[in-house]
Protein backbone atom coordinates (compact mmCIF):
# COMPACT_ATOMS: atom_id res chain seq x y z
CA UNK A 1 0.00 0.00 0.00
CA UNK A 2 1.57 3.17 -0.91
CA UNK A 3 1.51 5.87 1.34
CA UNK A 4 0.70 9.00 -0.19
CA UNK A 5 1.84 11.08 2.99
CA UNK A 6 5.22 11.02 1.99
CA UNK A 7 4.48 12.83 -1.00
CA UNK A 8 3.22 16.15 0.09
CA UNK A 9 -0.49 15.60 -0.70
CA UNK A 10 -2.67 18.63 -0.65
CA UNK A 11 -6.30 18.76 0.30
CA UNK A 12 -6.84 21.47 -2.38
CA UNK A 13 -5.56 20.27 -4.62
CA UNK A 14 -7.58 16.84 -3.65
CA UNK A 15 -11.00 18.75 -3.99
CA UNK A 16 -9.82 20.65 -7.29
CA UNK A 17 -9.69 17.34 -8.85
CA UNK A 18 -12.76 15.64 -7.52
CA UNK A 19 -14.77 18.96 -9.07
CA UNK A 20 -12.99 17.68 -12.36
CA UNK A 21 -13.98 14.22 -11.79
CA UNK A 22 -17.08 13.79 -9.27
CA UNK A 23 -18.21 9.97 -10.48
CA UNK A 24 -15.03 8.77 -9.40
CA UNK A 25 -15.95 6.22 -6.37
CA UNK A 26 -12.49 6.21 -4.74
CA UNK A 27 -11.12 9.44 -2.90
CA UNK A 28 -8.49 11.64 -3.68
CA UNK A 29 -5.94 12.15 -1.55
CA UNK A 30 -4.48 15.08 -3.47
CA UNK A 31 -0.92 13.86 -5.28
CA UNK A 32 -0.63 15.32 -8.39
CA UNK A 33 -0.07 13.43 -11.95
CA UNK A 34 4.08 14.36 -12.23
CA UNK A 35 4.34 13.25 -8.47
CA UNK A 36 2.55 9.48 -9.56
CA UNK A 37 4.76 9.33 -12.25
CA UNK A 38 8.17 10.12 -10.39
CA UNK A 39 6.49 7.55 -7.72
CA UNK A 40 5.97 4.74 -10.40
CA UNK A 41 9.63 4.98 -11.35
CA UNK A 42 10.51 3.24 -7.98
CA UNK A 43 7.62 0.66 -8.23
CA UNK A 44 8.09 -3.21 -9.76
CA UNK A 45 5.58 -4.08 -12.34
CA UNK A 46 3.39 -5.62 -10.09
CA UNK A 47 -0.25 -4.96 -8.83
CA UNK A 48 -1.08 -1.99 -6.59
CA UNK A 49 -3.40 -2.46 -3.04
CA UNK A 50 -6.33 0.06 -4.70
CA UNK A 51 -7.85 2.47 -2.07
CA UNK A 52 -7.63 5.78 -3.70
CA UNK A 53 -8.08 7.46 -7.21
CA UNK A 54 -4.22 8.24 -6.86
CA UNK A 55 -3.91 3.88 -6.83
CA UNK A 56 -6.06 3.40 -10.07
CA UNK A 57 -3.44 6.36 -11.78
CA UNK A 58 -0.50 5.11 -10.57
CA UNK A 59 -1.49 1.71 -11.40
CA UNK A 60 -2.07 2.98 -15.23
CA UNK A 61 1.47 4.42 -15.06
CA UNK A 62 3.10 1.63 -14.01
CA UNK A 63 1.35 -0.43 -16.56
CA UNK A 64 1.66 2.10 -19.24
CA UNK A 65 5.38 2.98 -18.99
CA UNK A 66 6.67 -0.76 -18.45
CA UNK A 67 8.70 -1.48 -21.13
CA UNK A 68 7.65 -5.10 -21.43
CA UNK A 69 5.68 -6.40 -24.09
CA UNK A 70 2.01 -5.66 -24.12
CA UNK A 71 0.87 -9.29 -23.48
CA UNK A 72 2.35 -9.20 -20.05
CA UNK A 73 0.15 -6.08 -19.47
CA UNK A 74 -3.22 -7.63 -19.89
CA UNK A 75 -2.87 -9.01 -16.94
CA UNK A 76 -2.43 -5.86 -14.83
CA UNK A 77 -5.00 -4.22 -17.06
CA UNK A 78 -8.12 -6.68 -16.65
CA UNK A 79 -6.73 -6.33 -12.47
CA UNK A 80 -7.18 -2.25 -12.87
CA UNK A 81 -10.18 -1.52 -15.13
CA UNK A 82 -13.10 -2.83 -12.35
CA UNK A 83 -12.10 -0.15 -10.49
CA UNK A 84 -12.33 2.65 -13.16
CA UNK A 85 -15.05 4.80 -12.15
CA UNK A 86 -14.35 8.16 -13.71
CA UNK A 87 -13.07 9.39 -16.96
CA UNK A 88 -9.71 10.77 -15.34
CA UNK A 89 -8.94 6.88 -14.65
CA UNK A 90 -9.33 5.88 -18.24
CA UNK A 91 -7.63 8.97 -19.96
CA UNK A 92 -4.24 8.27 -17.39
CA UNK A 93 -4.29 4.73 -18.72
CA UNK A 94 -4.41 6.01 -22.89
CA UNK A 95 -1.97 9.02 -22.24
CA UNK A 96 0.66 6.96 -20.46
CA UNK A 97 0.25 3.84 -22.46
CA UNK A 98 3.16 3.06 -24.24
CA UNK A 99 2.58 0.78 -27.13
CA UNK A 100 6.10 -0.70 -29.06
CA UNK A 101 5.63 -1.29 -33.02
CA UNK A 102 4.63 -4.99 -32.74
CA UNK A 103 2.56 -4.95 -30.16
CA UNK A 104 0.09 -2.38 -32.23
CA UNK A 105 -1.89 -5.01 -34.17
CA UNK A 106 -2.72 -6.87 -30.44
CA UNK A 107 -3.47 -3.54 -28.82
CA UNK A 108 -5.87 -2.48 -31.44
CA UNK A 109 -7.64 -5.92 -30.74
CA UNK A 110 -8.13 -5.72 -26.93
CA UNK A 111 -8.71 -1.89 -27.68
CA UNK A 112 -11.87 -3.04 -29.94
CA UNK A 113 -12.81 -5.68 -27.67
CA UNK A 114 -12.85 -3.54 -24.86
CA UNK A 115 -15.75 -1.39 -26.73
CA UNK A 116 -17.56 -4.59 -27.26
CA UNK A 117 -18.18 -5.24 -23.17
CA UNK A 118 -21.05 -3.73 -21.04
CA UNK A 119 -19.08 -1.95 -18.30
CA UNK A 120 -19.30 1.74 -19.43
CA UNK A 121 -15.16 2.24 -18.32
CA UNK A 122 -14.39 -0.58 -20.27
CA UNK A 123 -16.16 1.07 -23.32
CA UNK A 124 -14.44 4.51 -23.15
CA UNK A 125 -11.00 2.86 -22.07
CA UNK A 126 -11.07 1.18 -25.55
CA UNK A 127 -12.50 4.36 -27.08
CA UNK A 128 -9.64 6.42 -25.85
CA UNK A 129 -6.72 4.16 -26.37
CA UNK A 130 -7.94 4.20 -29.92
CA UNK A 131 -8.38 8.29 -30.33
CA UNK A 132 -4.50 8.21 -28.38
CA UNK A 133 -2.55 5.54 -30.33
CA UNK A 134 -4.27 4.86 -33.44
CA UNK A 135 -5.36 7.93 -35.29
CA UNK A 136 -2.95 6.98 -37.84
CA UNK A 137 -3.15 6.19 -41.69
CA UNK A 138 -2.98 2.19 -41.00
CA UNK A 139 -5.81 2.58 -38.63
CA UNK A 140 -8.40 5.26 -38.86
CA UNK A 141 -10.65 3.46 -41.24
CA UNK A 142 -11.10 1.00 -38.31
CA UNK A 143 -11.22 3.49 -35.66
CA UNK A 144 -14.26 5.79 -37.77
CA UNK A 145 -15.89 2.36 -38.07
CA UNK A 146 -15.95 1.40 -34.46
CA UNK A 147 -16.70 5.00 -33.67
CA UNK A 148 -19.87 4.57 -36.17
CA UNK A 149 -20.96 1.00 -34.58
CA UNK A 150 -20.90 2.92 -31.42
CA UNK A 151 -22.25 5.83 -31.72
CA UNK A 152 -25.61 4.74 -33.11
CA UNK A 153 -28.17 4.80 -30.67
CA UNK A 154 -25.85 5.67 -27.76
CA UNK A 155 -27.84 7.29 -24.65
CA UNK A 156 -24.76 7.01 -22.35
CA UNK A 157 -23.63 10.31 -21.77
CA UNK A 158 -20.29 9.36 -20.12
CA UNK A 159 -19.40 7.34 -23.73
CA UNK A 160 -20.93 10.28 -26.22
CA UNK A 161 -18.34 12.81 -24.40
CA UNK A 162 -15.72 9.91 -25.17
CA UNK A 163 -16.79 9.75 -28.73
CA UNK A 164 -16.92 13.28 -29.33
CA UNK A 165 -13.75 13.50 -27.75
CA UNK A 166 -12.33 11.03 -30.53
CA UNK A 167 -14.68 12.47 -33.31
CA UNK A 168 -12.96 15.90 -32.56
CA UNK A 169 -9.51 14.54 -32.47
CA UNK A 170 -10.35 12.75 -35.86
CA UNK A 171 -11.11 16.16 -37.48
CA UNK A 172 -7.75 17.52 -36.37
CA UNK A 173 -5.85 14.71 -37.90
CA UNK A 174 -8.06 13.06 -41.01
CA UNK A 175 -10.90 16.22 -41.89
CA UNK A 176 -11.86 15.00 -45.07
CA UNK A 177 -12.50 11.45 -43.97
CA UNK A 178 -14.39 12.43 -40.58
CA UNK A 179 -16.36 15.39 -41.99
CA UNK A 180 -18.33 12.23 -44.42
CA UNK A 181 -18.84 10.31 -41.26
CA UNK A 182 -20.61 13.21 -39.20
CA UNK A 183 -22.94 13.93 -41.39
CA UNK A 184 -24.22 10.59 -40.47
CA UNK A 185 -24.03 11.18 -36.52
CA UNK A 186 -26.52 11.07 -34.13
CA UNK A 187 -27.27 14.90 -32.73
CA UNK A 188 -26.44 14.37 -29.41
CA UNK A 189 -22.60 13.05 -30.24
CA UNK A 190 -22.60 15.27 -33.18
CA UNK A 191 -23.40 18.37 -30.83
CA UNK A 192 -20.82 17.45 -28.49
CA UNK A 193 -18.04 16.66 -31.29
CA UNK A 194 -19.16 20.67 -32.03
CA UNK A 195 -18.33 21.89 -28.70
CA UNK A 196 -14.84 19.83 -28.60
CA UNK A 197 -14.14 21.25 -32.47
CA UNK A 198 -14.61 24.79 -31.25
CA UNK A 199 -12.79 24.53 -27.99
CA UNK A 200 -9.78 23.17 -30.04
CA UNK A 201 -7.29 25.29 -31.02
CA UNK A 202 -6.11 22.83 -33.49
CA UNK A 203 -9.04 23.22 -35.64
CA UNK A 204 -9.66 25.74 -38.16
CA UNK A 205 -12.82 28.52 -37.99
CA UNK A 206 -13.41 27.45 -41.44
CA UNK A 207 -14.15 23.75 -39.50
CA UNK A 208 -15.92 24.64 -36.71
CA UNK A 209 -18.63 26.86 -39.17
CA UNK A 210 -18.90 23.52 -41.42
CA UNK A 211 -19.29 21.42 -38.04
CA UNK A 212 -22.10 23.56 -37.05
CA UNK A 213 -23.77 24.14 -40.17
CA UNK A 214 -24.10 20.11 -40.03
CA UNK A 215 -25.82 20.24 -36.33
CA UNK A 216 -27.85 23.34 -37.69
CA UNK A 217 -29.05 21.52 -40.69
CA UNK A 218 -29.59 18.01 -38.33
CA UNK A 219 -32.05 20.55 -36.24
CA UNK A 220 -33.53 21.79 -39.67
CA UNK A 221 -34.42 18.12 -40.20
Known sequence: KINYQDYDPDLKFSTFSNSLAPDAKLPFVGVSVPKLKQIAKTLPFDKIE???????????????TSPCPFKEKIDLLEYIL?????????DTLACNLKIKKADFP??????????????????????????ARF?????????????????????????????????????IKFEEKTMKELKSLPLPILKLTAQKCRDSRRVT???????????????DR
Not at 112 to 128: A, D, N, Q, W
Not at 135 to 150: F, G, S
Not at 208 to 213: G, P, S
Request: aromatic share 12%; hydrophobic share 40%; glycine share 2%.
Open 50 to 64: ISTTEDVILQNIVIG
Open 82 to 90: PYYSSWIMT
Open 135 to 171: LTEEYIDRVLELYKTLSKDQECFTLQMALAWGYSFCV
Open 205 to 219: PETKQAITNLVNNHL
Open 106 to 131: QVFEYAKELTTRKEVYSIRTGIVVLL
